[in-house]
């Protein structure tokens, strides 16, 4: 490459950019000093460009002996102060699930990137999926709550990797990067943000001495400092329920664990409308919505410009945080149209999301494909018709 | 015994082998050094024993205890997490070493001990186990190893020996145990030695030895578990298998050309060996990649 | 074949079999448009188990911003293996342009309104540089003279960039060759109403 991204993004020029290398490109903006994978199709790319660059602005590399080692590693990095980031598809994501929920625990800020390929098992390693979005919402054991972003482009890949970063460390907690395998090896012409311009949330000290230090009460700049090992803070870390303000562990008093667990889960619950992100299409005066994210949304994308071109109002409702669920907006798409088309690369994982936030106001038509191949604006199209009964389609 | 292919192995001359000698230090010295005085592990356990040999092990090396972190897998051992005043990670079942691994590349200043038990780290953990010592990381591993799954209430582990009883091992073990220190060894770590809680200063030396080693430590600290494995095997009473302990166990120097078995084997020092070790591999190959980056 | 106007949305498609060198050409493609301040996509399929051993490279060229980001009925199909052809061939959208390798492919001209170029561009690779590697690098020269989809000097500054200093000369030959090719090829070219006649340009000075 001529042009290195970075000086790319300086100088406001475009660049040719794969998914997985925006992703790498994204971490080292967002400030990620650290990574540690395994090797897994659709993912890869991100661990090669990371071993390059990582080394260069001062990073470690570390390609683990699997992908539990990985993101057990990851967590003893963030601990250690770093920005750290691990990436993999379905069946390394599975093996992540046991320390992803000591990290919700523990609340250790990292990034999980999942290229979602077909499965189960080892099913298409090389064709997109999304049949990991429950995945990433209940894969690992017990109660717990999650951030998880799906990016729908190349350029998302990049600005969502420093947007997880920073929800990762303003509320200390595991983020994950529902991309896919289309959206990871797709390469598009990027401009990217300034490195100026980016917002970067920096992991902070707590100010105040370590003998007052409260994990809870203890913050700078909204974000909930977690003071590095080996610091005067002597921090005890552990996945046993402890007190959410001494840190100890206590596993006697149900009134301890009922106290973490609602603090764990509202830390990210009371906060969803900051944390949500949604982009609506064409709403207005829209009497169907397509419900569509990641790389489905491109082909939804399409449907509503042929549909509004011909006269019939159409608009998408593309949730960019994925986790929480974006009920609000999903609750206001209810109250508009009166169907809502859920095309998805699984077989209704998230529409059954949809129609428990639509309550019955619309009407929830559910389309899945899982056979590796991208839906088509055709196929959407065709599901958008009959919900116009009266409208006199021309060829498409 | 290697089971690397690795030019950079120099065996150490037998001399260098012997282990620091830590003066003892009074309970009061060795309070200072923890959280809490009251422990979960039951009467007669040998983890305290081994407990306060770490902190006697780095009271007497002068380790700064703000620059000491204690990562700990899960089981009667991992507690040590919680009564030790340093920074303290209780990982999940297995993971330790992977943890601590991320730890030292992220920050090589730190001095990371980790403690596991012996099923936490040859059987859910041994994966780790192996690749920690094949890349030679400067970690001192201690393995509280009491040949059985206390917490859980007695299951066989992977140094359960053959014919042991256990409470999933009712008609007898019909599996071999694993030699921590030959696996430790044959994976590559560059430090590995046995002690016992039988013999309390030889412990604390070794433990001392291994932080003081640079690269991948791994002591294996013998532990007596009356309630569960003395009760199915040798004796549920502590002072017995203790007595047991000393005669079973044999200093390194007099264990020669012996067959190894539970009931008699080596002690001390057992392989000391200096090759790269990992985090000065990943410094040097930032530096090179800065270079080739500026370049 | 379509005239890119300002708004068109163009659709390529490279085809061939793995170590032809496919994704760089469409690489290239994309990032001379990319440079040229084009909205682009580029994806791939590769795989031989899952797709019969024909792998594919597409790029998307437009002025607006790319939804859906895969090729189905391209306006110009390059084809360098009989593999590649049998599959994909037929997708070419009428009007469109397919340029093949004449010495690898037998073609048969049945899809009507597509127009056929067959080059010899492994033998030129052989012949004239004593190359084979940079066969695609010729075909890309074609496409970008036959199809006019983006300034030939804008598509040569993205090979250059693309290759390693020692290699830049034997690609910019490379490069130029395919050009000249493509320009012998159209003075040949034949077209009849009910379909197109593919023809086949000698290699020049054989």
Request: with cysteine.
């Amino acid at each position: 490459m001529a042009i290195s991204v970075t000086e790319a993004a300086k100088a406001g020029v475009p660049v040719l950019l794969q998914g997985n290398e925006a992703v790498a490109e994204g971490a080292i903006a967002a400030g990620v000093r650290f990574y540690a994978g395994y090797p897994i199709t659709p993912s890869t790319e991100i661990a090669e460009v990371l071993s390059r660059r990582l080394p260069e602005v001062g990073g470690t590399f570390i390609q683990m002996e699997d992908e539990i080692a990985s993101i057990a590693a990851v967590c003893g990095a963030s601990l250690a102060g770093a920005k750290a980031l691990t990436a993999t598809s379905g069946p390394g994501f599975s093996l992540m699930q046991e320390m992803i929920g000591f990290a919700s625990m523990a609340q250790i800020p990292c990034v999980i990137v999942d290229v979602m390929r077909g499965g189960p098992s080892t099913g298409l390693p090389t064709d997109p999926a999304q049949g990991d979005v429950m995945q990433a919402r209940w894969g690992t054991h017990g109660e717990h709550s999650v951030i998880a972003l799906v990016p729908s482009s190349v350029e998302e890949c990049y600005t969502l990797t420093v947007e997880a970063f920073n929800l990762s460390e303003q509320y200390r907690t595991p983020v994950i990067i529902l991309s896919d395998a289309l959206i990871g090896h797709m390469r598009e012409a990027v401009t990217l943000p300034h490195p100026d311009k980016l917002r970067v949330a920096e992991r902070g000290m707590p100010d105040c001495d370590p003998d007052e230090y409260d994990t809870v009460s203890s913050t700078i700049d909204n974000i909930l400092p977690r003071p590095p090992l080996g610091s005067p803070f002597k921090v005890h870390v552990t996945g046993l329920v402890y007190n959410r303000r001494s840190g100890a562990p206590d596993t006697a008093d149900p009134a301890t664990a009922a106290d973490l667990g609602r603090y764990l889960r509202e830390k990210i619950y009371h906060h969803r409308d900051a944390i949500v992100r949604v982009e609506e299409v064409e709403m207005d005066g829209a009497e169907v919505a397509i419900f569509a994210y990641g790389s489905v949304a491109r082909s939804a994308m399409a449907v509503v410009k042929k549909a509004r071109a011909q006269g019939a109002r159409v608009g998408m409702v593309r949730p960019i945080t994925l986790w929480p669920f974006p009920t609000a907006a999903v609750a206001r798409m209810a109250e508009q149209v009166r169907t809502v088309i859920v095309p998805e690369m699984n077989i209704k994982q998230m529409s059954w999301e949809v129609e428990a936030a639509v309550k019955g106001r619309a009407k929830v038509v559910d389309y899945g494909r899982v056979d590796g191949e991208l839906i088509t604006p055709e196929e959407i199209l065709e599901l958008v018709k009959p919900e116009f009964y009266y409208h006199r389609w021309e060829d498409t | 015994m290697s089971a690397l292919v690795d030019e950079q192995r120099l065996e150490a001359a037998p001399e260098d082998c012997a282990p620091p000698r830590i003066k003892p230090h009074t309970t009061a010295e060795i309070r200072r050094h923890l959280r809490t005085p009251k422990t979960l592990w039951c009467p007669g356990c040998s983890n305290g024993t081994i407990t306060r040999a770490l902190i006697d092990a780095v009271l007497g090396l002068a380790i700064d205890p703000e620059k000491l972190v204690v990562v700990a897998g899960i089981g009667c051992s991992g507690r040590i997490s919680a009564y030790l005043e340093y920074s303290t990670v209780h990982t999940a079942h297995g993971r330790a070493l992977a943890v601590a691994t991320g730890a030292k590349a992220a920050d090589p200043g730190l001095e990371i001990v980790v403690v596991m038990g012996d099923g936490d780290c040859a059987a859910i953990g041994g994966n780790h186990f192996i690749h920690a010592a094949r890349r030679n990381v400067d970690l001192t591993a201690i393995v509280f190893n009491n040949s059985i799954y206390g917490m859980t209430g007695g299951q066989t582990s992977p140094t359960t020996h053959l014919g042991d009883k256990s409470t999933t091992s009712v008609y007898g073990n019909v599996e071999p145990a694993f030699d921590l220190c030959e696996l430790a060894h044959a994976a590559g770590a560059t430090y590995v030695a046995r002690g016992t809680a039988w013999s309390y200063q030889q412990l604390v030396n070794v433990i001392a030895g291994g932080i003081v080693h640079k690269g991948f430590s791994m002591v294996e600290a013998m532990a007596v578990c009356p309630v569960y494995y003395g009760r199915f095997n040798l004796t549920p009473d502590p002072a017995e298998f203790l007595r047991l302990q000393k005669e079973h166990a044999v200093p390194a120097a007099k264990f020669e050309d012996e067959t190894r078995s539970h009931e008699r084997y080596p002690i001390g020092v057992l392989h000391h060996a200096e090759r790269a070790e990992f985090t000065t591999g990943l410094a040097g190959l930032k530096e090179r990649a800065r270079e080739a980056g500026h370049a | 074949m379509p005239e890119p106007t300002a708004s068109a949305r163009v659709e390529l498609r490279c085809s061939g079999s793995g170590g032809q060198g496919i994704l760089l050409a469409a690489t290239i493609i994309a990032e001379a448009a990319t440079a040229l301040g084009r909205r682009v996509v580029q994806t791939q399929s590769y795989g031989p188990e899952a797709r019969g051993g024909a792998s594919k490279a597409e790029v998307i060229i437009a002025e607006e911003p790319i939804d859906y980001p895969e090729v189905r009925r391209p306006d110009v199909s390059l084809v360098l293996s009989q593999a590649a052809y049998e599959k994909y061939a037929a997708d070419t959208r009428p009007g469109g342009l397919l340029i093949y390798d004449s010495g690898l492919v037998e073609a048969d001209p049945g899809a009507a309104g597509v127009t056929h170029c067959g080059l010899p561009f492994t033998q030129v690779a052989t012949d004239e540089l004593g190359k084979k590697v940079v066969t695609n690098i010729i075909a890309l020269g074609a496409l970008v003279a036959r199809s006019g989809v983006l300034p030939a000097d804008a598509v040569e500054e993205a090979v250059l960039s693309r290759v390693p200093p020692r290699f830049r000369e034997l690609n910019e030959k490379a490069y130029r060759l395919g050009l000249r090719l493509a320009a012998g090829a159209a003075d040949a070219e034949t077209t009849t109403k009910d379909g197109l006649t593919p023809t086949t340009a000698p290699a020049p000075g054989s």
